[in-house]
């Protein structure tokens, strides 16, 4: 089985930085997603990592390390609307050619002005 | 087309009923999910459908029924449900099973009576 931790709250003020840390335990791991749900809405995917290693996309970072089994998502320059919970996802190998995801807990990011 | 379409948005029903979900996508997407999620927790997979075929059943009560009727469609048959079936039913499809990238649809917010 998969198990992520994350933490549950963070806030953070409006243009700054913030780091979303994960670790987590996993037999048959294939690699680590984010995504993004506001309120009421559907989770969204943000970004990838197979591999150690940074992934950028636009004012959102990932970064992997599969030694220590830990990945952060990276948030610059926050705005308002960056205020969502955000969850670390880990695929893994469940066998018989399947692949499972599961969610960690899930950040909730308030950005404050 | 990068949408996955679920219908209803919202659904009450009581102990008794039948009802289904349905869930669509024209993405060519070849898996399929269902999840389940409770306010202010993670998505929790219930099944996985690859190649219209049933892939995982994560021990999913019998009054949940999935039905794949072909490569775009995803159905959940309802009967007999529980109050604390209330949920936000969240569809999902990627590219293969073992895809990185989910695309959520909006959820059907279900309340059982």
């Known amino acids: 089985g998969q198990s992520l931790e994350q933490p549950s709250e963070v806030t953070a003020v409006e243009g700054a930085i913030v780091q979303i840390n994960c670790t987590y335990q996993t037999s048959g791991f294939y690699g680590l997603s984010w995504y993004q749900q506001h309120d009421g809405g559907a989770p969204t995917f943000l970004s990838y990592n197979a591999l150690d290693g940074l992934e950028e996309t636009g004012r959102f970072s990932s970064f992997l390390s599969r030694s220590d089994s830990y990945g952060y998502l990276l948030l610059q320059e926050l705005q308002m609307k960056d205020s969502a919970s955000y969850f670390c996802a880990g695929i893994a190998y469940s066998g018989a050619g399947s692949y499972q995801l599961t969610f960690g807990k899930g950040t909730k990011l308030s950005v404050i002005p | 087309d990068t949408e996955v379409t679920q219908t209803p948005k919202h659904l009450v029903m009581g102990m008794t009923n039948k009802k289904s979900l349905k869930c669509e996508q024209h993405m060519g997407h070849r898996a399929m999910y269902w999840y389940k999620q409770k306010a202010k927790k993670p998505p929790e997979l219930m099944f996985v459908y690859s190649y219209e075929k049933l892939s995982i059943n994560e021990s999913v009560p019998s009054r949940f029924s999935p039905e794949c009727p072909n490569s775009s469609l995803l159905n959940l048959h309802l009967h007999a449900l529980q109050p604390e079936d209330s949920a936000l039913y969240l569809c999902?499809?990627?590219?293969?099973?073992?895809?990185?990238?989910?695309?959520f649809g909006p959820g059907t917010r279900l309340t059982v009576t």
């Open positions: 999902a499809s990627s590219q293969e099973i073992h895809s990185y990238e989910q695309y």
